[in-house]
């Protein structure tokens, strides 16, 4: 089957002459800017290779973010922390191809995406202007344009439609099959047009079916209704009937009031066609709005598609036997249908939602959906617990998700926490009994007690929000920040819809540090730690403390080595250690702690001979061994001062059969008897004071950062205050014969290259220490800082959460995806969470909860499987008034045992509050209110 679509031709231009690369830059970044700031409905992008745009930034000069992580790149040489050493080659003509599919014969099979490709990492989105002047200068191809359409009701939204939506049209004629890519923003007669334009026909003697699973639901009227709002899915089946001498292609007569009256037999066809695809280029991840539309307040008058309905919804009831219909995915639904199980098998909502609640819809809140979700949602729901297993299609909900929630359109793979999420607070807002929400002023604590202030908290909470989903899902807890300056502390009591649980690792790695005292009192030393795999800078630095016994007025200083230089020092405490590799080298100094305050010496080394070679002086010099690091006092700084600090420094490599020499002839000069032990400490003092004296001195050279330029630095020589001063060190025979420069050379890695070690495996934790791990007292992050009232500045101060009040219904959202600059990580920890008896009345500190049941039980799961480029989610749920467990896959539904519900894939776990019942012996049991 071919695919035939319009494309765009492009100007024949005569080509521009190539621009030098700076100029590139600048041209290309003032047309995309201009394109920013004009941005409307209709305006063309074009989709280019990552591969080869991520070429042309380097050639330009500019940042493409490449990490330790990063693969190398063919252009430049890289370094061992991923950036590269040279300029990059001017790249070659764009290069497109990998990006669409290929046809039988090997050729581009009509520009056709690859259905897998993500933005960022296979392809970048340039404006028209930008486009046209790339392609000038570059040539290839093929141009791949786009449109770009709004999105969303609350907050439209742009966006660029990459895929356009692709429907398969079987003629009934003879049952031949073609394809028509179109944009999911274009009308319903837009699609008459293309297809009667292609087979040469009357409009008003077609017709076109929306044919869903191949199976009739709806006559698409010719209409201005978008095929959005039609709820047409990607991929989908439409059916194209043909009246023909009074008789329709369906096999079907119409009489005048447009019923059928006798069926006509048709003979299939094996052979097959494509519809040209018109000017329509656009992003396909195509899911309209739904038709469900609420009309007056009856709930029996909401239209659904016929796909879904199961039986008639004033049938079904609690008691019937429901509840194990599967959802069927509709393209990387998955994550939508694991997040529906879950909410459509919690009792009190399936309650709710089975009897009417069309009073409590709330149309006029401006932060809700006009009551559209919350119908969506209970139609569903009904659906899902009619009598029956057969799948049903959630395409009227996805309409409404995708048209509210334009983040989840498409048929791209996404977050079912995030989902939850959006689902529950949209729910809360739509049915929100509160019409007209009280302006309420916050009142400060002023010395009342925690119990007074939360319990205001709360009514002042329930005095906006008011619905189902707070009486069931919604809970308090206490924030309490402290200022790390003044100590003024802030209390607080927030609302809580679900609990983040960051998950403890368990799994250590092996690093190997070489420490260096800055104020030269010994000798440098290597120490292995143990630090947590997925831990950061801190923890390193925590664990150097503590092997190395750092003194109180000290810190530590990690840095990395490369080449025999500072490439970086690591001081952002909360970087993952998995920027560090194995084969890397990194040194830590230990510094006073005040070092922040003074100026910052640093010591680099280079010699005739050495092992690398130098950039500078023609390479006559070769730079060996560890950097050295030291601190100034304050103010400016003379070469002199440097001198001394050099040699303070150095004095614990000074070589002992140099001391013997040099401190018997001193000896018979000063009439020391031999024999007598004289303090290392005076040889380093006598060649201080032959420098103060203007005598010997080390060759100093003052350097830029990068250690590319120098300039010789002499004893007079004045340097004003600045954060770093980075100098190269000349050493002569002199101070080879004076210094041991061992102890600067042969730098373990942080793991031993060739070293296997024993596979770490990955402990499991508990959902209690993960719980404890939330709950702890942390400081708040750089980027989060608190504005302390007391000091009027931003503050980093510590924060502690406690549980408060807790809600009959308690989501438990288990963080297992990470992401940063430098790192996207999912963790496969085994968390062991209960499935009965869950008991949080430790964690919860409100006294007036001592009536209420701080126990509860597991009754659904949401499961993630697999990494972070892909995986697949399901669900499993306990039925109502059951006690068994259910695995519900996309449409496939199978019992499964309780002891296998446990899993690493657990993602986001559903507890329910169980009360307290009395057994026949008075003592106290667990039980759940639905059983």
Known sequence: MTILDSGYLMDNEASCLPCPPEEERRIIEELTKEAESNLKEGNLYYVISNRWFLDWKRYTGQDTGDCPMDEHHPSGTQFSNGLFSKEADRPGQIDNAHLVKSGSGGEVNDLELVRTLEEGRDYVLVAHEVWKKLHDWYKGGPALPKKLISQGVHHKSFSVEVYPLCLYLIDSRDNNQSVIQISKKASVRELYDRVCSFHKLE????????????????????????????????DQHILLEVQHNGLWSSGFSMDSTGNELALVPIEPSRSSMTIAGGPTLSNGHSTGFGSSLIQGNNLSSVRMDVDDVCGPLSTVTKGDRGGLAGLQNLGNTCFMNSAIQCLVHTPPLVEYFLQDFSEEINKQNPLGMHGELAVAFGDLLRRLWSSGRTPIAPRAFKGKLSRFAPQFSGYNQHDSQELLAFLLDGLHEDLNRVKHKPYIETKDANGRSDEEVATECWEYHKARNDSIIVDICQGQYKSTLVCPVCSKVSVTFDPFMYLSLPLPSTATRSMTITVFYGDGSALPMPYTVSVLKHGCYKDLTQALSNACCLKSDENILLAEVYDHR???????????????????????????????????LEIAHRSKGKATLDMINGGEWRRFGTPLVTFLGEGPQTGTDIQIAIHKVLAPLQRKSYFSLTQTHADKENG???????????????ELEQTSNGGCSYQLSVTDDKGLSCSPLGNDSIIGPCESIRVLLDWSDREHDLYDTSFLEDLPEVCKSGFVGKKTRQEAVSLFSCLEAFLKEEPLGPDDMWYCPTCKEHRQATKKLDLWRLPEILVVHLKRFSYSRYLKNKLDTLVNFPIHNLDLSKYVKSKGTAHQSLVYELYAISNHYGGLGGGHY???AKLIDEERWYHFDDSHVSLVNEDEIRTSAGYVLFYQRVEPKMDAGGSSKFHSPSS
């Open 566 to 600: 500072i490439y970086r020092y690591l001081e952002k405490p909360c970087d993952p250690l998995s920027i560090i590799k194995d084969d890397d080298y990194i040194v830590a100094y230990r510094l006073p702690k005040n070092h922040n305050e003074l100026t910052r």
């Open 672 to 686: 020391t008897a031999p024999g007598v032990d004289v303090d290392q400490s005076n040889s380093c003092n006598m």
């Open 874 to 876: 399901s669900a499993y």
């Open 203 to 234: 409009k008003k003697k077609v017709h076109i079916w929306d044919y869903f699973n191949k199976r009739k639901h709806s006559l698409m009227a010719i209409s201005n209704r978008t095929l959005e709002e039609m709820n047409l899915q990607m």
